[in-house]
Every structure is written in structure tokens, then in C-alpha cells.
């Protein structure tokens, strides 16, 4: 893939609330994990973990703590991407708790890639009340939940998004 190729690529993946609800391949859900794992992290400490939900009733609790966004209960797999603090606070003290959520971001962020790569839409869901995800998972202290992410086969929307010109995000050199 060429660089022009990546761009489309990224450009054509979009956020997707509405899905047909067809359960997701196994073989697609070891793609996704094999993709995060190769994620860039501090220190290679892959301060990051993953819970795989496709059973209804669990999806069902985690829309409910997600504030009742439906996406969550419809698409077949939510995958619960959290820090794992100890990985990264057992080199890095008090600053690995940053890492750890780094890190998870950026293997959450790869889950997407891959998920676009094998046809499927995702969502990044970060509303949810993290107690009630912590409870319904059952997570131990030191991990945190970070992104709900619904996968599966959905409806794009019919336009892409309108993005800002880089040059608002730009800086050089200085502010």
C-alpha cells in the first residue's frame, strides 16, 4: 500500500452507530486482538488489556452504563479496551498510570484500523460511567476501562464527515 492508498484508507473509515447485528467472525475478532498487539507502547509494557462482550445480556448492561447509547446493545461485539496500570507503574511510578491509558488508546486505535481493514465498522464509545463498566466486567482495581468498542457490520453514513483543514490543528516551532 503506497501512502496515497493509506490516506483513502484512513479517510473512508467513519464512526458507525447503526449495525445489522450479524455476529462477528471469530477469525475477525483474532484479527482485531493480532492487530492491537502490534500497537506501539511505553517502554513495551503494553499496559493495556481487552474484554471481548458478545453475549446480548451483558451488552445490554454495558448500553445502560454507556447512558443508554443503543449502538452498544446492537452491534455484536463490544471490545472494553482498559489500562492496566500495574504493567506501566511497575517501571514507571506515578507517570505510568498516563502510559497505561496511552497505551490503551493507541491499541484501541489500531483495533479500528483493523476492524476497517476486514469491512467491518466500529465506534469509540468514551461516555459510560466507569463504576457500573467496572461492576458489570468485574475488573480488578488496578485496571481501568477506557473505550467501549462496538464492532460489526453496520451502516456507514452516506457522506463522510467534514474534517477541519490541518493548518487549525498546525503550530511550528512555538504556539
Given at each position: 500500500?503506497?501512502?496515497s492508498?493509506f490516506?483513502?484508507?484512513?479517510?473512508?473509515?467513519?464512526?458507525?452507530?447503526d449495525?445489522?447485528g450479524?455476529?462477528?467472525?471469530a477469525?475477525?475478532i483474532?484479527?482485531i486482538?493480532?492487530?492491537?498487539?502490534?500497537?506501539p507502547?511505553?517502554?513495551?509494557?503494553?499496559a493495556?488489556?481487552?474484554?471481548?462482550?458478545?453475549?446480548?445480556?451483558?451488552?445490554?448492561?454495558l448500553s445502560?452504563?454507556?447512558?443508554?447509547?443503543v449502538?452498544?446493545?446492537?452491534?455484536?461485539?463490544?471490545?472494553?479496551?482498559?489500562?492496566?496500570?500495574?504493567?506501566?507503574?511497575?517501571r514507571?511510578?506515578?507517570?505510568?498510570?498516563?502510559?497505561?491509558?496511552?497505551?490503551?488508546?493507541?491499541?484501541?486505535?489500531?483495533m479500528?484500523?483493523?476492524?476497517?481493514?476486514r469491512g467491518?465498522?466500529?465506534?469509540?464509545?468514551?461516555a459510560?460511567?466507569?463504576?457500573?463498566?467496572r461492576?458489570?466486567?468485574?475488573l480488578?482495581?488496578?485496571?481501568?476501562?477506557?473505550?467501549?468498542?462496538?464492532?460489526?457490520?453496520?451502516?456507514?453514513p452516506?457522506?463522510?464527515?467534514e474534517?477541519?483543514p490541518?493548518?487549525?490543528?498546525?503550530h511550528?516551532?512555538?504556539?
Amino acid at each position: 500500500m503506497d501512502s496515497s492508498e493509506f490516506l483513502r484508507f484512513l479517510r473512508t473509515r467513519s464512526s458507525v452507530r447503526d449495525y445489522y447485528g450479524q455476529p462477528l467472525e471469530a477469525e475477525d475478532i483474532d484479527y482485531i486482538l493480532a492487530c492491537a498487539s502490534t500497537a506501539p507502547s511505553a517502554g513495551n509494557r503494553e499496559a493495556w488489556d481487552v474484554v471481548v462482550v458478545t453475549d446480548d445480556d451483558i451488552r445490554l448492561e454495558l448500553s445502560s452504563a454507556a447512558l443508554d447509547q443503543v449502538h452498544v446493545t446492537e452491534a455484536p461485539a463490544v471490545f472494553v479496551v482498559c489500562a492496566n496500570y500495574v504493567r506501566s507503574i511497575s517501571r514507571y511510578g506515578e507517570r505510568g498510570i498516563l502510559y497505561a491509558v496511552q497505551d490503551a488508546t493507541i491499541a484501541c486505535t489500531y483495533m479500528m484500523l483493523a476492524a476497517h481493514a476486514r469491512g467491518l465498522h466500529s465506534c469509540w464509545t468514551g461516555a459510560f460511567e466507569e463504576e457500573s463498566v467496572r461492576e458489570i466486567l468485574d475488573l480488578p482495581q488496578h485496571i481501568r476501562p477506557i473505550v467501549l468498542l462496538t464492532v460489526g457490520k453496520g451502516r456507514p453514513p452516506l457522506e463522510p464527515m467534514e474534517r477541519m483543514p490541518v493548518e487549525e490543528h498546525l503550530h511550528r516551532e512555538t504556539w
